[in-house]
């Protein structure tokens, strides 16, 4: 796999327009952080890291798996509207402290990678960092 965050995103994305209550993707620390945020901002219930893969036959070499569960508004809107990939492997981008930019003038969040880890635009320019934007998500 080249994008495992693109893919990450777009699991999100076709489970989410599928009104699905769950999804399951390969594992890494850097999804995991990725989830952390957007449960932290409201945008799912929660998640849980799997030890082994679900169906997977005895003897394969176990692969960690990151379960999201979804969350939807009172009538059954959806929270995550859209999701969009900002740095790749092919073009990273990177933004200063002073310019990391809002999200729907603050209605969004955007995930960057930063030297103190993984955090949101906001408290990126709170902190006073800049770092690569990997997402944003509305």
Not at 7 to 24: F, P, S, Y
Not at 79 to 96: A, D, H, K, N
Not at 106 to 126: D, E, F, N, Q, Y
Request: hydrophobic share 40%; proline share 6%.
């Amino acid at each position: 796999m080249i994008d495992p965050i693109a893919d990450m995103l777009t699991r999100i994305r076709n489970a989410v327009t599928a009104k699905g209550t769950r999804v399951d993707m390969p594992s890494s620390r850097i999804k995991a952080d990725i989830a952390r945020i957007l449960q932290d901002e409201g945008y799912i219930q929660g998640f849980k890291v799997l030890d082994e893969t679900p169906g997977a036959p005895k003897g394969v070499m176990p692969v960690k798996t990151l379960r999201l569960f979804l969350k939807y508004g009172p009538h059954g809107e959806k929270l995550i509207t859209g999701v969009q990939r900002i740095s790749r492997p092919g073009r990273r981008v990177y933004f200063g402290r002073d310019d990391v930019p809002d999200v729907l003038a603050g209605l969004g969040t955007s995930i960057l990678t930063t030297s103190r880890g993984v955090m949101t635009g906001r408290a990126a320019v709170k902190a006073g960092v800049g770092g690569e934007v990997l997402c944003n998500i509305w």
